[in-house]
């Protein structure tokens, strides 16, 4: 079972830039579809961005070209870059791993879950 401790989550201004971090366990990191999911209060769950295969992302439409999701395979780690945060990006953001055949927007494919971090965006 793949354990992911996420990290980076705080407080910040209407503008401003965070780094989520997502460290995970096991021998296979390369080969996982990594995703970033967040979820505000009362609304569902929903993708943010992933990375899978050689170099390969994918982004909402509401972060793309403010946010990116790079990884370090030699460090078991996944990152989302987040700039020009807005209220609205206030979220708990969840890292999530899953085998290559994942459907990377959908959260009920990935298999494993980090505990989350929160993201606060204050106006």
């Known amino acids: 079972q793949v354990q992911l401790v996420e990290s980076g989550g705080g407080l910040v201004q209407d503008g401003g830039s965070l780094r989520l971090s997502c460290a995970a366990s096991g021998r296979t990191f390369s080969t996982y579809v990594m995703g970033w999911f967040r979820q505000a209060p009362g609304k569902e769950r929903e993708f943010v961005a992933a990375?899978?295969?050689?170099?390969?992302?994918a982004y909402a439409d509401s972060v793309k070209g403010r946010f990116t999701i790079s990884r370090d395979n030699a460090k078991n780690t996944v990152y989302l870059q987040m700039r020009s945060l807005k209220p609205e990006d206030t979220a708990v953001y969840y890292c999530?791993?899953?085998?290559?055949?994942?459907?990377?927007?959908?959260?009920?494919?990935?298999?494993?879950w980090g505990q989350g971090t929160q993201v606060t965006v204050s106006s």
């Open positions: 999530a791993a899953g085998r290559p055949d994942t459907v990377v927007v959908q959260a009920a494919t990935y298999g494993a």
């Open positions: 990375s899978w295969g050689a170099g390969n992302t």
